[in-house]
């Protein structure tokens, strides 16, 4: 049947009024959204820290635009203008998981930022220059593209990278390289088959209570998305120096906020071992510490 776009809006509108409003059963979902908004943000050391990371990455872009790029006087190599939009889109995830645990969903905000480390950690591999951009995107430069073929490059060079950065190869300590492997787990869990939130079910599957459809505020999934939240916005920070042109760093004062951020990030994560005995924080630490090996002084290296 054809419809005008009224129409179509109309009809629409028409089937889901409750209580004289257009929409009203949305009141409820709003409102537990905003309640569960309302308690996330009293967990206030890591909205500070996520804030102020937040603002230092668009002072960082400022600066650079107006402070390093004026000093660039020879053309920058394309490698370049590859690692920038990874920088940008992973500060994008970043904000867009923040919203989405914020206001209820820190489970599905977990399948945010899986993608977006496992892009951080191929990112620092090209800039360690253990692989390349081409290769982690399955491009062989001269040769006419092929799915099948990009497909088997993209997977070698992630299997490799892997080896190198969180596994067998990657000279961590056993604790570490297993702390990591649960993490990898514990995504894979929520990011194929909604596992971890299929397990919230499990006392309305044995007939003890409902099952709530709107957000319900629990302090253990948002603490597990907290914690990964650090980790993968240090593994961007540990990369915003890299935005500086080669022999170019930006003014003392952003340096001391880098260090100031980074001395940040360790702490708050270092504090899951040292408050609360898991092993994890100080995993996470010896991992950044190693495979982001950048600071406020490291410049475009290719």
């Not at 209570?209 to 505020?217: D, K, Y």
């Not at 504090?271 to 495979?291: N, R």
Request: hydrophobic share 40%; aromatic share 12%.
């Amino acid at each position: 049947m054809a419809q005008t776009p009224p129409e179509f809006i109309k009809r629409l509108t028409d089937i889901s009024q409750y209580n004289g409003r257009q929409f009203g059963r949305l009141q409820l979902l709003y409102e537990e959204e905003n309640k569960f908004h309302q308690t996330a943000r009293t967990y206030q050391g890591y909205w500070a820290l996520s804030d102020a990371f937040k603002c230092f990455f668009l002072e960082t872009a400022e600066i650079s635009n107006v402070h390093g790029r004026p000093q660039v006087t020879a053309p920058l190599s394309e490698h370049y203008g590859l690692m920038v939009p990874r920088i940008v889109h992973a500060f994008r995830y970043i904000c867009g998981a923040e919203h989405l645990a914020e206001y209820g969903y820190p489970l599905q905000a977990l399948t945010v930022l899986r993608n977006i480390f496992d892009s951080l950690v191929l990112t620092s591999a090209v800039l360690q220059k253990w692989t390349d951009f081409y290769s982690i995107e399955g491009v062989t430069p001269g040769k006419a593209f092929d799915e099948r073929a990009a497909l088997a490059l993209r997977r070698r060079t992630e299997h490799a990278v892997r080896l190198k950065m969180t596994g067998s190869d990657s000279g961590l300590s056993q604790t570490a390289q297993e702390d990591l492997a649960l993490v990898d787990k514990v995504y894979d869990h929520e990011v194929h088959g909604a596992r971890l939130s299929l397990a919230n079910a499990t006392s309305y599957l044995r007939g003890q209570r409902g099952l709530s459809i709107v957000p319900q505020f629990e302090e253990k999934q948002m603490a597990a998305f907290f914690n990964r939240l650090s980790d993968t916005a240090w593994m961007l920070h540990r990369l915003l120096p890299l935005l500086q042109p080669p022999k170019i760093e930006l003014p003392a004062p952003w340096a001391e906020k880098w260090r100031a951020l980074d001395d940040s990030f360790r702490y708050l994560i270092n504090e899951l071992t040292v408050q609360l005995g898991k092993t994890i924080g100080a995993s996470a630490v010896e991992f950044v510490e190693a495979k982001f090996p950048f600071n406020e002084h490291s410049t475009f290296p290719l």
